[in-house]
C-alpha cells in the first residue's frame, strides 16, 4: 500500500463521538499515522505491533492494513467500541484489548506504536506511563511528542536508545469549545527508541 494510499483510508475513519479533555483524547491525523507505520515499515518493524492508547483505531488499524499483527490498548470503552466498528468496516483483523497501560503485560511485541498524552494537563500523567509501559514490552517504540521532549525523552528512557528523531506537522482539528480554529497545526516529535531487554 502506498503512503498517500493509507492516508487516505485512515483519513475516513471515524473518530470520537466525545472526546476526554482530561485524557487528552486527540484523534491522530491521518498523514501523521502514515509517517509513523512508513518510517515504522522502512526499519522492518511492523512484525507484531501494539499501539497504546489506541484512541479510535487509526495507528492500530493502518499498521493492520500494512500486514502488521497488531494489538489495540484503550481503557476508554466507547473509543474502543469506535475503534473496533472502524477495523470492520475495513475488514481488518485487530486484537483490541480493554486495559490501563500501566498495568498492562503483553509479551511478543516486537514494536510499539502510539500517540500518547503529552501531559498538558495536570491531573493526566501524560507520557511517562506510555512510555515506561512501551519499555517493558517491546523492543522498538515508535512514538510521538510535544516539540522539544527531547532532554526528557533521552534521560526518561536511558539506558535504552533515541535512535531517530523527526519533527513532523501534526493538524489538530477543532474538537473542543475552546478551540478557536478548525485546524491549528502544531510541530510534534517522532521518536524512533530502541529498547535493550535483558
Not at 484512541?55 to 466507547?78: H, P, Q, S
Not at 522539544?148 to 535504552?160: A, L, Q, R, T, V
Request: hydrophobic share 40%.
Amino acid at each position: 500500500m502506498k503512503k498517500k494510499q493509507l492516508e487516505m483510508t485512515l483519513e475516513r475513519l471515524e473518530g470520537f463521538s466525545e472526546p476526554s479533555f482530561i485524557r487528552e483524547q486527540y484523534a491522530t491525523p491521518a498523514s501523521v499515522a502514515a509517517e509513523l507505520l512508513f518510517l515504522a515499515a522502512l526499519r522492518n518493524d511492523l512484525g507484531t505491533v501494539c499501539d497504546l492508547g489506541c484512541g479510535t483505531g487509526v495507528l492500530a488499524i493502518g499498521a493492520a492494513l500494512m500486514g502488521a499483527r497488531t494489538v489495540g490498548v484503550e481503557i476508554d470503552k466507547d473509543a474502543l467500541a469506535t475503534a473496533r466498528k472502524n477495523a470492520e468496516n475495513l475488514g481488518v483483523d485487530v486484537d483490541f484489548i480493554r486495559a490501563d497501560v500501566r498495568k498492562l503485560e503483553l509479551e511478543g511485541i516486537d514494536t510499539v506504536i502510539m500517540n500518547p498524552p503529552f501531559g498538558a494537563q495536570k491531573a493526566s500523567e501524560g507520557d511517562r506511563a506510555f512510555l515506561s509501559t512501551a519499555q517493558r514490552i517491546a523492543r522498538n517504540i515508535y512514538t510521538l511528542h510535544n516539540r522539544g521532549s527531547h532532554d526528557f525523552i533521552k534521560k526518561y528512557i536511558f539506558p535504552n536508545v533515541v535512535q531517530e528523531v523527526y519533527c513532523i506537522p501534526f493538524p489538530l482539528k477543532r474538537c473542543f469549545e475552546f478551540h478557536s480554529k478548525d485546524i491549528k497545526v502544531i510541530e510534534v516529535e517522532l521518536y524512533r527508541i530502541t529498547c535493550q531487554h535483558s
